[in-house]
């Protein structure tokens, strides 16, 4: 899509993309990616999944979102990428800048005479404080019940029956599950109140959100980008107003055609890296 034909966005959030695992859905957030202009994208953690990286599984459809990523650089896009719990190998690096790309562990932002708190939300994960190995073998499974997932469906489209999500099932089901997301939410909304701000936006969970919560203290409007697994979700403000944004309802971004090269072949994990390291020196510096 030519850019004059793209959507202009004020602000764009997008969470828990995982490149580099069998759930992620490059191909469909690339053709989101084009279909907008944002004027600042901020990728809030759990991008690329370090976890689990693994040469044998890094297709070009992944790499082209981190070239997209810097193309849009020189496009006067600002650029923020907070690191999460799944690329926390990034937060050696936080406070790196270089042209209009920085990465953080966290972003206030003033939108409209109103602040925003952006973090990833991991801090509030018990399992990552204290049992970060049971964590990464919950990945794993999770992963796993993605790519279980992918062939039911497969089975489900072959008798004319719709897709299913085994894993929002299985969170929608488990009372713990439940209530893990709304204490998730209630904490986060009530350190932004006793930090007077706004409004607080995080991911990590999985699950997207746009509601108020009131407490004793005051109110906040807590947001949740979701993810690009199984949701296909982002957050976007423009013109001073919040929303959840998704794929799956937005037929003009489903229909963008996106070139799909042949997967490159990579010896090591560190090929791969070296590869997102020379795009990222390609980004012009602001003078």
Same mark, same amino acid.
């Given at each position: 899509?030519? =850019? ?18 069998? &759930? ?18 901020? *990728?809030?953690?759990?991008?690329? !999944? ?12 992944? @790499? ?24 926390? @190998? ?11 790309? %920085?990465?953080?562990? =966290?972003?206030?932002?003033? *939108? /409209? &005479? ?10 509030? !994960? ?29 089975? *489900? ?10 894993? =929002? ?12 997301? /709304? /204490? ?6 009530? +350190?932004?109140? #006793?930090?007077?701000? #706004? $409004?607080?936006?995080? &991911? ?5 959100? @746009?509601?108020?919560? %009131? ?13 690009? +697994? ?9 013109? &001073? ?5 998704? $794929?799956?309802?937005? *037929? ?9 090269? =042949?997967?490159?072949? $990579?010896?090591?994990?560190? /090929? ?16």
């Amino acid at each position: 899509m030519k =850019k004059e034909n793209r959507r202009p966005v004020d602000v764009v959030v997008i969470s828990d993309v995982h490149l580099g695992t069998y &759930g992620c859905q490059a191909d469909d957030l690339l053709r989101y990616l084009k279909s907008i202009n944002p004027k600042k994208l901020i *990728l809030n953690g759990d991008i690329i !999944d370090i976890w689990q990286f693994s040469k044998r599984y890094w297709p070009s459809s992944h @790499m082209q979102i981190v070239k997209y990523i810097t193309s849009v650089l020189s496009k006067k896009t600002d650029v923020t990428y907070i690191t999460g719990n799944h690329d926390e @190998m990034l937060r050696r690096f936080v406070g790196f800048e270089l042209g209009s790309f %920085k990465i953080a562990n =966290k972003v206030v932002l003033n *939108l /409209d &005479g109103k602040k925003a708190w952006i973090f990833h939300g991991d801090v509030f !994960d018990v399992t990552m404080q204290y049992s970060k190995w049971l964590a990464k073998l919950g990945a794993i499974g999770y992963d796993t019940l993605i790519v279980i997932n992918t062939f039911v469906n497969f089975l *489900l489209k072959m008798i004319g029956k719709g897709k299913i999500s085994l894993s =929002k099932r299985i969170k929608d089901s488990v009372k713990t599950a439940v209530k893990f997301i /709304d /204490d998730f939410e209630n904490t986060a909304a009530d +350190i932004a109140i #006793d930090n007077d701000y #706004d $409004y607080v936006v995080c &991911g990590h969970i999985h699950q997207p959100q @746009m509601r108020k919560i %009131k407490t004793s203290k005051g109110e906040v409007t807590y947001l949740n980008s979701g993810d690009w +697994i199984e949701n296909l979700t982002a957050l976007e403000y423009n013109n &001073g107003h919040w929303r959840i944004y998704n $794929y799956r309802e937005d *037929l003009i971004a489903q229909a963008i055609e996106i070139n799909n090269k =042949k997967s490159k072949t $990579y010896q090591t994990n560190d /090929d791969i890296f070296n590869d997102m390291v020379a795009e990222f020196l390609t980004i012009p510096i602001k003078k």
